[in-house]
């Protein structure tokens, strides 16, 4: 491997994949056999954060930034005068390799430009997977990146060698896809999801009658949206979120708020900001919907199409549903628990197992952790110094927003929230 | 009545062994103190505890009894925390939990319940921090090499980790501040102690000690990390939320450019 060389390449092309957001390296199990390389261990581990504050946990690059097409919001477009690169398989897998003894990295996130075809494209991807796990005997995470109109066999192949496969949606309606991404085909992104949820779907009902079936993509598919490029709504975004939830058996959906990188007309100018807490809140919404029991049409509805910005959605949807509180700490299902402001998951179950030995007062509240600023209003408790039943929305808002610190202090990358 | 000190070598057993002797004596104004750490109260009354498996196995069983694994997990793993008095939250902790007849490990109302709980959360939060931090590097004799610095001893707590993760190279991960290591050689892992030589600067890779292509990766790693960086989402509070400052001396990632 001529490291100079090496080196260029791979400043350029961890430049061009560090748009992509996913990140997560958790989701599979695979079990260091026969002294091989590495396991993956089902949690995912962040080894490093970058200076903007996201885990990195996976060796992140593309194969190449060449590409036929010219999608406006991407850095990789045809059309955008950028020094250009491309890796082989085997420099590929030598630098994941390295990485992964030295305790970097978790595995490969391999994504690319479309060169020649997505059929061309797609193949060397599949063979840099292969011979990670044939040759080298890695046990590592690898996702790879579906390129949309790849063949379904090679989808298949994909699947045999990766742990996670995803295609990005990018935009989250056909309209702003047609405006942004021309040449791209609606449909050519569903062709290739629907094979890798047919294939999940047929591994997981043969593995039950053979035990021996080889692991099919274990982690499963995720995808990513752009947010703010292309106008939707928030309504528009969870809605297309919760579709590929539901009919794709998707793991995770990504959000990622748009970085203006071009001086296309058609996009936020270079400059803009980047709607960070705007990704925040949608990330809050989605873990709502997939750890909180609520859904969708709870946080965002015709009548609600945005998320606030100044207020999370959990409290937002408190203040607009007054009538379900206060909530009796002491009494409360779990749904309900989790329902109430200022109290977490976690929070939740410490609730549930300390009232069995005595009623709940403000005391043992604050001691669990609860916020104390957002829950005051919303609950009682074994103590009444605290009740303010009289209160309106407007009041309860104003009182919170008063006595919370900076807004931006709840600006926490997903990841970790994961693991508190 | 008098205050009564039990002194013990510093280990989990020897921990324990002390818990034992509290129950056989019936002792009620007792404090445990490691020997490593003494600090000498005023009319107490110091007794020095043999370390004894028997007794300290007896101790275990018995809590694993009468609290859920995620309890007696968690007081071991507070244990490891070497937090000045730790050992006395959790000997009111299993007192609290042997003289109830049902179980009472999960009341976090009890402030020593929720202590251990906190603390415990704390090493286990440092525990998947060593997990994501440790940084190998290859030496001249092929083996991959890391030093540690943990506030607490958290290297029990990673060895099942690493060693079915790197199950085909030889590594030694060596917590510097306890002056001891993990130590794997293809077949077994061991703790071992090891001297360095003078010259030896851990937060440096000299070529005294490590291969050539060592600087050809830390190079290409730290690039790496500078490449993946967006400017636009600049955030460093949270960054340094993510990796607090004192475990930047030994990132590859966070050195001066090579
Ligand atoms: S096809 Fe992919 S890599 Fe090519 S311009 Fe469009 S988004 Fe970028």
């Known amino acids: 491997m001529s490291f100079e060389r090496t080196l260029e390449k791979l400043k350029i092309l961890a430049d061009a994949a560090k748009y992509d957001v996913s990140c997560s390296s958790s989701g599979s199990k695979r079990t260091n056999t026969n002294k091989g390389l590495g396991n993956a261990t089902g949690m995912g581990i962040c080894h490093s954060y970058t200076e903007d504050g996201r885990c990195v946990s996976l060796l992140k690059i593309l194969l190449t930034n060449h590409c036929i097409f010219d999608c406006a919001y991407c850095v990789t477009r045809k059309s955008n005068d950028v020094k250009r690169a491309a890796f082989k398989v085997q420099e590929v897998v030598d630098l994941t390799i390295n990485f992964y003894r030295r305790n970097y990295i978790e595995g490969l996130f391999l994504s690319s430009g479309i060169f020649k075809s997505a059929d061309y494209t797609m193949e060397r991807l599949v063979a840099v997977a292969k011979k990670l796990r044939l040759e080298e005997n890695f046990n590592g995470y690898i996702h790879l990146k579906s390129i949309p109109g790849a063949s379904d066999e090679l989808m298949r192949e994909a699947g045999l060698y990766a742990d996670r496969l995803s295609v990005n949606i990018e935009i989250p309606t056909k309209s702003g896809l047609k405006l942004l991404a021309p040449d791209k085909n609606f449909e ?115 009548n609600h199409q ?31 628990l989790a329902r109430i402001p200022g109290i977490g998951m976690k929070s939740v179950a410490k609730i549930l197992m300390a009232r069995k030995y005595r009623r709940l007062n403000w005391d043992h509240l604050k001691k669990i952790g609860i916020a104390f600023n957002r829950a005051q209003y919303f609950l009682v408790c074994d103590s009444n110094q605290f009740e303010k039943r009289d209160l309106t929305a407007d009041k309860i808002k104003a009182f919170i927003l008063k006595n919370s610190t900076s807004k931006y202090d709840t600006i926490l990358n997903p990841q970790l929230n994961l693991f508190e | 009545m008098q205050n009564k000190t039990l002194i013990y070598d510093g280990t989990f057993e020897g921990f324990l062994s002390c818990v034992f002797y509290v129950f056989e004596y019936k002792l009620t104004q007792v404090t445990i103190q490691n020997e490593y750490v003494l600090q000498n109260a005023l009319f107490s009354e110091n007794e020095n505890i043999v370390t004894d498996k028997t007794k300290s196995d007896r101790v275990w069983q018995g809590l694993k009894q009468r609290a859920s694994r995620i309890s007696s997990t968690k007081i071991y793993y507070a244990f490891l925390s070497e937090q000045p008095n730790v050992e006395n939250i959790l000997l009111d902790y299993i007192q609290y939990i042997f003289k109830n007849k049902e179980k009472v490990d999960t009341d976090f109302t009890h402030s020593s319940v929720l202590k251990t709980s906190q603390i415990a959360k704390n090493v286990s939060r440092e525990k998947h921090r060593m997990e994501a931090f440790v940084r190998f590097r290859l030496t001249k ?116 450019n090579l």
């Open chain 1, 306 to 336: 945005n998320l606030d910005l100044d207020i999370d959605p959990k409290l937002s949807w408190a203040l607009r549903n007054m009538h379900e509180f206060p909530v009796d700490v002491n009494r409360a299902d779990k749904r309900m």
């Open chain 2, 141 to 256: 004799d092929s083996i991959y090499f890391a030093n540690i610095e943990p506030d607490f001893n958290v290297l029990p707590l990673i060895s099942k980790h690493f060693k079915s993760r790197y199950a085909d190279q030889k590594w030694v991960i060596y917590d510097i501040k306890r002056n001891y290591g993990l130590y794997y050689d293809l077949q077994t892992l061991d703790f071992i102690n090891m001297d360095f030589p003078d010259n030896f600067d851990f937060s440096k890779t000299s070529t005294d000690f490590f291969a050539n292509e060592e600087f050809d990766f830390q190079k290409l790693w730290k690039d790496y990390f500078d490449s993946t960086n967006i400017k636009e989402r600049k955030n460093m509070k949270l960054h340094i939320r993510h990796v607090p400052k004192r475990y930047w001396k030994y990132l590859s990632e966070k050195q001066p």
């Open chain 1, 188 to 302: 050519d992104f569903i062709k290739p999801m629907e094979k890798v949820k047919n294939e999940i779907i047929q591994y997981k009902s043969e593995k039950k009658i053979i035990k021996s079936t080889p692991k099919y993509a274990p982690a499963g598919q995720s995808t990513q949206m752009i947010v703010g490029a292309s106008g939707e709504n928030d309504f528009q975004i969870l809605k297309t979120a919760e579709h590929y939830y539901k009919n794709f058996n998707l793991k995770r959906v990504y959000y990622s708020g748009y970085v203006p990188i071009s001086y296309d007309n058609r996009l936020p100018n270079i400059g803009s900001e980047v709607p960070m807490l705007r990704e925040n809140r949608l990330y809050q919404s989605d873990w709502l919907t997939r750890f909180y029991g609520f859904q969708t049409n709870e946080i965002v509805n015709i």
